[in-house]
């Protein structure tokens, strides 16, 4: 009995909802209502949109936005995230099903449910196993690299919707050869009505908001109402459609789109199938948690609030599943609809449970208005919305910063436009770790002197330093592990080779964060060589946490003195002329 | 002209016998012999040995240690190295040939003399390229597992030529499966041959030195001639053979050895081959040159010279292809018989280039008297040598040194043992590389405070130190990047959260030596949030380099006042009560 209480009491931090829901009170209600009602506004035309970007049918999207923003209200522990089909995992989720069946087919959304299945399951599981961390080796660069080049990669694809063509590729050079081609076929009503849908979106973005607040609007209400801009694009086309019968004159509709909830479903049970999407799943599963966690910080911090990343990957593991039985396709935490959430002043994830009613309504009695929105203007919410992820001025800084992360957009982005996004990601991870690797194994070395008047040791290049010619004082600028151990000895033969009055060698090990069992070898090589040549080998300002470690070792017995506390009383104690020099006096002993 | 002149200059490094050439002399001639008659007794049974390790038959042995002998005097920085076929090398051979052909054929022959090939061209390629560097990922614990566990499986593999069965397996499980199905078969006599030539040669090793030096001979005769043991036992048990008749009684011996010089072969043009040959190519290049690098450096510091790994590889690149040329296989540069030429006294390569002479009269006129030698003596020689590179003592040493060392030891020797040499390596490598990711991606952050009397800090949980409420000093012992940025993050965080009182956090960048574009993006978060609830950021001690860097930042911009020289500087300028508190007054300005 008490060991179930116990567990029951260790349950709690795992449901956040716990927490909030006991101090839940009227006004915050109020609050998190008129948040969903914009949020639900805004979440239709993108859910629709999404889904026909996964190349799932339009009700799809309805269906991944009700039951999983319920789970993540119950695990989540982001006050105002909202999940559900976001852009870079649709374009994803089409990638990876695309190899194993013909989009718009009900075999192919069997595909995307089984998706959201194993994604939900990769989540839950690395949740569990608190992998977290796993998610911070997708450095920034990648990720900003990686987005901005899927934000290309679907503006592409969506540009075919826009001029009434067909076109397929697997990557950007294949999209574009294949619209080059179609271009004299271009349907000229699709295209003008998809033209105009994308220069009113942008300039609803970039023109609406300034107008509103100079007609009197306070500013953020002023925001919200232009984020609702694609609904008038969407309200205004679909009617226009329907008067001027445009379907009869060729142009594209969504069509029927079947009313009702969101059906109960079943991933596909074929071990063959979920070996051939595990990696995809597992792709889907860390670029989801990742912008959804850099989502929801951004937001909580803004409130003094925090966000846990493993009970996030629960949450979103839990979101996912629930997409799986209930007829959607992966989803994660959104940017763009959790600013808005959060800037329409949702207070808890309630404001996501009145999102899903509202959602479901819509996918109750909104969706037979729907068959004469054109998919052109689909297209054009599209295009704006991810025209806004595209960044390339991280190319610009990154190359001023380092050239290290520079190479690793770029190499993120080339990869993700030429070999599509999942090869994209696993070059722009494998890179940067490389470059990363490569970065540790050549370790920078400072000979380093006394800063006059101070006890501070400074490199000798790059400062004005007092230093004796028996003495060389090194301070080795990265942790000693085996692939760059050897760079130490190489540094040290030639540094005594070419002084031949030295006696002491010390090393200042405040950069040395660890030594691994190769390091401390090679520490012992270079110890028993200089003890050859007459030559004393000191350490200076080693870490407690390498400190406990070299305790036992024949380093330390070999060592002659000391482990000096600072650098300063080592020279202070090898060379107390260097400090009379100075006109200090040793004042320290060791 | 003058760019033929440079150019045939700046070759004058990548020839080393231009410098020890000029200088020869009497009396290094006669040292040179004497170590290539000692090193030419011992090579000639190592050679047929390994040869049949490798699957290839016994001469193979003899033609792969003439020509690199000589390629590597021309071209290896290492006065002692002795190049030919060696155990592990040999073992990876068999291991990568077994796939394409049949142990014995012509045709297994031939795969053998194009590995050669690829080998002597991948590490060609990688000398020139200044790829050296590449070897140190290779940690000291990965190779100590691997060529411990190689021993173990090439032990393993003899034992069914000391018993006399067929026993064939591509692990240690099944090679012990397959002895222990077949102990009913063994051959008496073979094993009884076996066994004797074991024991003698256990007891030479261990028992012979001591003996010798107790009748008298001086300790470095006695070291030499106890080397001379295998040769001691082939004599004998040949002679024994030939005599008794044991071939009749179904002892395996050598057989028909061809006398002559090495053959002029030609590897095969055949791309598909080439490319399946890549990967383990590639493997037995990097384990040859680490293997063939660390003796030489272990023997150039007795005394006081040095070795030039990309130099090694051009070296090893040349004698690879030589043997790939002349009928051999995979080559590097031996322990043993490079401890042997040392102890011998070998003074330049001449001594090699002796030695290869000693190996072609031996190939020319011994070859016949080889006939009646029996496999399971060869076994016996290779298990004795083998055995000596089992040194499972390492894995107590990690053990208590370093847990992630003690892992990646054990993860190569487990699936080398249980995999192969290959997947053994490659797995070795891909743990100790992830284990390092792993440490690094959590770095160790301490709280500081000044250590009384001093301008030093240290941690405030190992140190009795003096720290100000209003002031949080820490120091993060690791580089940022992207793997670990976020530690930070949440860590500065938690602090701030516990700490009402606090106006200043100071910290010390003494052990960061890199801060990539993420770090300095999470950098820019903290020091946005700290703003934001009214408490300071400053820098202390960033370090050169990388202060060069941070120079044009946001970061920078937006930080209130200077970046400190010093920590002591910045708790001096911040907290002047501290410094009173510890009767030094504030003597130094920021």
Redesign the interface.
Known sequence: MRAAAKKAASLLPSLPILGWGRQYGRETLISDLVAALIVTIMLIPQSLAYALLAGLPPEVGLYASVAPLLLYAVFGTSRVLAVGPVAVVSLMTAAAIGQHAVAGTPAYWAVAITLAFLSGAILLLMGVLRLG?LA???????ISGFISASGLLIAASQLKTLMGVKAEGHNFIELTQALILQAPHTHGLTLVVGVLATAFLFWVRKGLKPLLIRLGLKARLADVLAKAGPVAAIAVTTVLAWALDWKGQGLKVVGNVPQGLPPLTLPVWDLALWQSLAVPALLISVVGFVESVSVGQTLA?KR?Q?IEPNQELVALGASNLSAAFTGGFPVTGGFARSVVNFDAGAQTPAAGVYTAVGITLASLFLTPALHFLPQATLAATIIVAVLSLVDLRILK??W???R??FIAVLATMLTTLAQGVEVGLVVGVAV??AL??H??????I?TVGL?P????F??VL?HDVLVDPQILSLRV???L???????LEDYI?DAVAERPSLRHVVLQC?????I???A??SLE?IEH?LRD?GIALHLSEV???VMD?LK??DLLRHLQGPIF??H?QAITFLSPQLLRKQGMGPT?KP
């Open positions: 961390f911070n080796f997708l450095s920034h660069p990648v911090a003094r925090r800084r990154t001023g910063y380092s290290p992360d940067s770790l990363f690797l970065r540790t194994s050549r370790p920078h400072a800063v008047g101070t006890e501070h400074r490199n790059r600028d990265e942790s592990y085996f692939a760059n151990a050897r760079a033969n405040s950069a040395i964060n660890d691994d069992a190769s401390l070898e090589a060589r040549s870490k407690g946490p470690r036992d070792t506390l600072t300063f320290l």
